[in-house]
């Protein structure tokens, strides 16, 4: 199994920046992507950001350019780089890590953390 913890979320005026941590632990090796999804209220969870266990990203195009997403192996956490933040930027946001065995894919998914852009 594998268990995803979601931290750094908060309040943040527009423009500012926040960095969202997501620690990976358990059958971490069997993970072979990972990434970002938030969902605003009444609306439909969408995907932020990705990365592959080689290093491939990819970005929603409201988030290219302002957002990084990266990891750092030596511990287990991918994070998510926020900045120049706008206020449709607000919403809930969740880890997610995807492994691939034998012709199907299993999910993992965080508690998820709200960040909010606001004056």
């Known amino acids: 199994q594998v268990q995803l913890v979601e931290t750094g979320g908060g309040l943040v005026q527009p423009g500012g920046s926040l960095r969202l941590p997501c620690a990976a632990s358990?059958?971490?090796?069997?993970?072979?992507?990972m990434g970002w999804y938030r969902q605003a209220p009444g609306k439909q969870r969408e995907l932020v950001a990705t990365?592959?266990?080689?290093?491939?990203?990819n970005y929603a195009d409201s988030v290219k350019g302002r957002f990084t997403i990266s990891r750092d192996n030596t511990k287990n956490t991918v994070y998510l780089q926020m900045n120049s933040l706008k206020p449709e930027d607000t919403a809930v946001y969740y880890c997610h890590a995807e492994r691939y065995s034998g012709g199907s894919y299993l999910h993992y998914w965080g508690q998820g953390t709200q960040v909010t852009v606001s004056s």
């Open positions: 990365i592959t266990s080689g290093g491939s990203t």
């Open positions: 358990g059958s971490i090796f069997s993970i072979n992507a």
